[in-house]
């Protein structure tokens, strides 16, 4: 079902891993990648991001699409004995006049687009009032930088269930007449139409959501935006033997997943992950700064899911997604369970 919001959540899954693969005579191949800066164009293709600027007028399945089409007959130019991508998935559903920031993941990578419910993102809205102002409208906006409640509207491919979701930073930047510009960064999830309906209301005048642009979705924003058309060169001039401007536009897949803790694990812990197996204290190298889910903060017992971690070998190509369950420091025991095994 299409999704009808200006930003849903992106579509994840669970993945238990796969076999690895094995050559013509039978062998088994090694699951690992090559690191992320040593990967020839097919490899780059197969297994990665592309910040995309998406204009107003398609969707986002629609532009999603086009990126796995022209991929796929450059695949086919390049290594027409490889297999094509099958899909590409982004970071939450845009309307189609919302333009704006929408990291689009390719291939195999697809496995970790839930890493995009985990950071921020940032929109910037006019917002359209249907009367003059009040003279406390900065005041009544800046009500709203915080935990509110919200229910998803009835076009809309979730369940409509009364929801919370958190407004970091609200401000305004210009107000004329009976428009007034937004700068909003929030909780993935967040409907900025309906933040802008209860604006209005809380107004007293009313308001409706006019233009929408996302400018960042984390870890990406929109200085490094690069539109279809950049694509398109990339691809065809990496037919004809220069692939330099294709590796500003795609870039390694471990890129969206720079705000992710990281846990750095040995090549053959990775390889055991491959077919499935957990992260064993054992096979940990190095782990990011980070605690585990347990107590809050403050010393009480409020549950708190693990925290998402990202996996990779010394060499830094991604291995898995997963939640830090155990110590790190530990002789023995899980330390990571997976989510989605990325190799």
Request: glycine fraction near 8%; proline fraction near 7%.
């Given at each position: 079902?299409?999704?009808?919001?200006?930003?849903?959540?992106?579509?994840?899954?669970?993945?238990t891993?796969?076999?690895?693969?094995?050559?013509?005579?039978?062998?088994?191949?090694?699951?690992?990648?090559?690191?992320p800066?040593?990967r020839?164009?097919?490899?780059?293709?197969?297994?990665g991001?592309?910040?995309?600027?998406?204009?107003?007028?398609?969707?986002?399945?629609?532009?999603?699409?086009?990126?796995?089409?022209?991929?796929?007959?450059?695949?086919?130019?390049?290594?027409?004995?490889?297999?094509?991508?099958?899909?590409?998935?982004?970071?939450?559903?845009?309307?189609?006049?919302?333009?704006?920031?929408?990291?689009?993941?390719?291939?195999?990578?697809?496995?970790a687009?839930?890493?995009?419910?985990?950071?921020?993102?940032?929109?910037?809205?006019?917002?359209?009032?249907?009367?003059?102002?009040?003279?406390?409208?900065?005041?009544?906006?800046?009500?709203?930088?915080?935990?509110?409640?919200?229910?998803?509207?009835?076009?809309?491919?979730?369940?409509?269930?009364?929801?919370?979701?958190?407004?970091?930073?609200?401000?305004?930047?210009?107000?004329?007449?009976?428009?007034?510009?937004?700068?909003?960064?929030?909780?993935?999830?967040?409907?900025?139409?309906?933040?802008?309906?209860?604006?209005?209301?809380a107004?007293?005048?009313?308001?409706?959501?006019g233009?929408?642009?996302?400018?960042?979705?984390?870890?990406?924003?929109?200085?490094?935006?690069?539109?279809?058309?950049?694509?398109?060169?990339?691809?065809?001039?990496?037919?004809?033997?220069?692939?330099?401007?294709?590796?500003?536009?795609?870039?390694?897949?471990?890129?969206?997943?720079?705000?992710?803790?990281?846990?750095?694990?040995?090549?053959?812990?990775?390889?055991?992950v491959?077919?499935?197996?957990?992260?064993?204290?054992?096979?940990?190298?190095?782990?990011?700064?980070?605690?585990?889910?347990?107590?809050?903060?403050?010393?009480?017992?409020?549950?708190?899911?693990?925290?998402?971690?990202?996996?990779?070998?010394?060499?830094?190509?991604?291995?898995?997604?997963?939640?830090?369950?155990?110590?790190?420091?530990?002789?023995?025991?899980?330390?990571?369970?997976?989510e989605?095994?990325?190799?």
């Amino acid at each position: 079902m299409t999704r009808h919001s200006d930003d849903t959540d992106a579509n994840t899954g669970a993945d238990t891993g796969r076999d690895a693969d094995a050559d013509a005579d039978g062998d088994a191949v090694d699951p690992l990648r090559s690191p992320p800066d040593q990967r020839s164009v097919p490899e780059l293709l197969r297994f990665g991001v592309v910040n995309v600027d998406k204009p107003a007028g398609p969707s986002s399945h629609q532009l999603s699409a086009w990126v796995r089409d022209a991929i796929n007959e450059t695949l086919a130019t390049l290594d027409p004995d490889g297999s094509p991508i099958h899909g590409v998935a982004h970071a939450g559903t845009l309307d189609p006049k919302v333009t704006g920031c929408l990291p689009t993941l390719t291939g195999d990578a697809t496995r970790a687009a839930q890493v995009f419910l985990e950071g921020s993102k940032e929109y910037v809205s006019v917002l359209e009032l249907h009367g003059s102002p009040p003279a406390d409208f900065r005041d009544v906006v800046a009500e709203f930088e915080a935990e509110i409640y919200q229910k998803p509207p009835r076009k809309s491919a979730v369940t409509r269930r009364l929801r919370t979701r958190t407004i970091y930073d609200l401000d305004v930047l210009e107000v004329d007449d009976r428009q007034a510009l937004l700068r909003i960064r929030c909780e993935s999830g967040t409907y900025i139409r309906k933040l802008c309906h209860d604006i209005g209301l809380a107004t007293g005048v009313g308001a409706h959501m006019g233009h929408l642009r996302r400018t960042a979705t984390d870890p990406f924003d929109d200085r490094d935006l690069h539109p279809l058309q950049d694509l398109v060169d990339g691809l065809t001039w990496a037919e004809e033997g220069d692939d330099a401007f294709l590796r500003e536009v795609v870039r390694p897949a471990e890129d969206a997943l720079v705000h992710l803790p990281s846990v750095t694990i040995a090549p053959s812990a990775a390889r055991n992950v491959a077919t499935g197996a957990p992260v064993y204290a054992p096979g940990v190298i190095d782990v990011d700064s980070v605690s585990e889910g347990g107590e809050g903060d403050d010393g009480d017992d409020t549950d708190r899911d693990p925290p998402l971690v990202a996996c990779h070998t010394p060499d830094g190509a991604a291995v898995c997604l997963g939640r830090l369950v155990g110590d790190p420091d530990a002789e023995s025991g899980v330390v990571v369970s997976l989510e989605r095994v990325l190799v």
